[in-house]
């Protein structure tokens, strides 16, 4: 326990500077820069980057590096390239996909979510997460919030959003269900980061949606880590090709980030931007995903 702890709460403070690093290294992998390069853009010595960088991702510098360009080559073959004269190998280990869940029944019933909660039970608080804080609520059926809070990161993310304090990440969550009666419990937060983050156990997943909004959820669900879709893509997958718009207003609604990984949808230009908990977050967790998938 004090060893998952330790790595949970050393994950979670280096997010920042490992958010600065996957986008340095996602700007800088065609030149291979080496490791003290690496190192001198992050202010860190050699050593320490190697070591607070594998301790983050799972992996190495290196191997992230070459992860990246075995995805790129595999997009330029599935475009129609010419197979490369020589093969990378990345050295990753653990599996491809970074953790599995199930959908519980609703956690509310529709009496409640109709009238924000009234007379559900809910549990509130903060855990580290590789992320930053994670703000994790749940229901006795299972995880029905997710969102991240973490200034820093806020800040340098150029997206304007009311904040990523911690006090507004609570708040946020809370809003979707206003009637319930919370009870904050740290505790249980962190079994639930250790639960997804650490030992990668199947999750149960309480939400309550539309629907439209449960179609997208689950197409949400469908894309391959470390891959991405427009939301007319997700549209389409969830059986309404018609309803783009629509689906970027049931992914924006979504409450449980990372497991429900609306972070893998992208407006039609698929630039990074419209992400509830930040820009910067949203690259990392893509990079993140897709160094492991390759």
Request: glycine share 10%; hydrophobic share 40%; net charge neutral.
């Amino acid at each position: 326990m004090t060893t998952t702890l330790h790595n949970l709460d050393e994950r979670a403070v280096a997010y920042e500077r490992m958010a600065d690093a996957l986008s340095f290294l996602g700007d800088t992998w065609r030149d291979w820069p080496d490791l003290s390069q690496c190192a001198h853009a992050m202010g860190l010595s050699p050593h320490h980057f190697q070591r607070e960088f594998t301790r983050w991702a799972g992996i190495s510098p290196k191997q992230f590096q070459a992860a990246l360009a075995h995805a790129e080559a595999g997009d330029l073959l599935r475009q129609g390239a010419s197979v490369l004269d020589a093969s990378l190998e990345t050295g990753l280990s653990g599996p491809s996909r970074l953790h599995d869940l199930f959908i519980a029944h609703e956690g509310l019933s529709p009496g409640q979510a109709k009238t924000g909660g009234k007379g559900a039970d809910l549990i509130i608080g903060k855990a580290p997460t590789p992320f930053g804080t994670g703000v994790f609520m749940a229901s006795p059926r299972g995880l029905c919030g997710l969102g991240f809070a973490d200034d820093g990161a806020a800040a340098k993310s150029g997206f304007e959003h009311p904040g990523y304090h911690e006090d507004r990440v609570f708040a946020d969550l809370a809003g979707r269900y206003p009637e319930a009666s919370l009870r904050r419990d740290d505790a249980e937060a962190m079994t639930w980061s250790q639960r997804i983050f650490q030992s990668h156990e199947p999750v149960p997943v309480a939400l309550y949606g539309t629907p439209f909004r449960r179609q997208i959820w689950r197409a949400l669900l469908d894309i391959p880590a470390g891959e991405t879709r427009t939301y007319g893509e997700v549209a389409a997958a969830a059986g309404q090709p018609k309803a783009a718009r629509a689906a970027g207003t049931a992914i924006g609604a979504n409450t449980i980030a990372w497991l429900i990984p609306c972070h893998r949808a992208l407006a039609s230009d698929k630039r990074l931007h419209n992400y509830h908990w930040g820009v910067a977050r949203k690259r990392a967790m893509l990079t993140f995903e897709r160094a492991h998938a390759a």
